[in-house]
């Protein structure tokens, strides 16, 4: 009886096994999705034959994707499109007023089915130039966001919102005589991450380090890395730290170079699928130390990781 009971149970791990390592499969596949269609003709691209070509192969920012996550039948690191044309194709629209100065950023904006939590600027020849979280006042109460991440948080009136704004070339070029096919094929999704700070263009802007190394004696608080997303970096993350001061910009660095960062909102009334819910339990195994003002509140908020590769960090 005990060599059959063993038999057994070898058998079902083997098939947990079998099971566990489909999944993963499914996840890593997933990874390359930013629908089910597209899944398909990534991996079976003879059938399907795209009319535009947004690809920048040679570049070391090879892509722009959004949102972590372990289904790979949801829009988990989904695509995102890198030119006007792409953007079009694809069914994304202009968002706000069509003028490239038309509020404190620089850019031509697009959202996807009227979602403003990523929105994308392009630039005047169409290239990407940057990327947007906006939340609608409606989705936020009304003592966020706190003066001490105001900016980066900055104010839109004219859509009624608060916008993060992140740039993925130098701003005052956006508007300018902007990036030449040669440059973006030469560049993909940009040179430098660049994040808003205030209204001037010229002096508001925080340059995050290429160089995992370049961070070291700066505000950078280093955390701890993930699978899928790389070594986490906090601004100014203390234990005793009030949750109103958590900035809502984080870094991560794979292999010593800058290749995803990510939005958080510390409210998690914002609706967009775009998100990911955080927990106390996901920020322990990202960050070193964990504020103790998370543990004494239920919400942990919400993020968005925005990757600047196609490839999928392991």
């Known amino acids: ?39 398909w003709c990534g991996y079976f691209g003879r059938l399907c034959t795209p009319t ?25 690191f989904d695509r995102l499109p890198r030119t006007r044309e792409m953007a079009e194709e694809k069914g994304w629209a202009p968002f706000g007023q069509d003028n490239c100065t038309a509020g404190t950023w620089r850019g031509f904006r697009y959202v996807k089915d009227n979602d403003p939590a990523v929105i994308l600027l392009f630039d005047t020849n169409g290239y990407i130039a940057g990327i947007q979280l906006g939340v609608y006042k409606s989705e936020l109460p009304d003592d966020y966001p706190p003066k001490q991440i105001t900016p980066p948080w900055i104010e839109d009136a004219d859509m009624n919102m608060f916008l993060l704004t992140a740039y993925f070339i130098q701003p005052d070029r956006i508007c300018g005589d902007g990036r030449s096919k040669e440059e973006y094929r030469a560049e993909g999704t940009g040179t430098n991450l660049f994040i808003q700070t205030g209204r001037n263009l010229t002096s508001d802007l925080l340059t995050i380090p290429h160089r995992e190394a370049d961070l070291e004696g700066t505000d950078w608080t280093e955390g701890k890395c993930f699978v899928g997303m790389g070594k986490h970096y906090y601004w100014n993350l203390r234990e005793d730290m009030d949750c109103n001061e958590f900035y809502p910009v984080f870094l991560m660095y794979n292999d010593g170079r800058l290749n995803v960062f990510g939005w958080r909102i510390m409210p998690s009334s914002p609706s967009s699928p775009r998100f990911e819910r955080s927990t106390l339990f996901s920020s322990e195994l990202t960050m070193d130390p964990v504020p103790n003002c998370l543990y004494e509140q239920e919400d942990a908020g919400l993020v968005m990781h925005v990757y600047l590769t196609s490839g999928y960090p392991l």
């Open 52 to 76: 535009v070509d947004d690809s920048t192969p040679q570049a070391e920012w090879d892509g722009l994707r959004v949102t972590f996550g372990l289904n790979p039948f949801r829009n988990n």
């Open 1 to 39: 009886m005990l060599p059959y009971d063993s038999r057994f149970v070898d058998l079902r791990i083997r098939k947990t096994k079998i099971k566990l390592l489909l999944l993963l499969l499914l996840v890593y596949l997933g990874a390359a999705a930013e629908d089910v269609p597209s899944w």
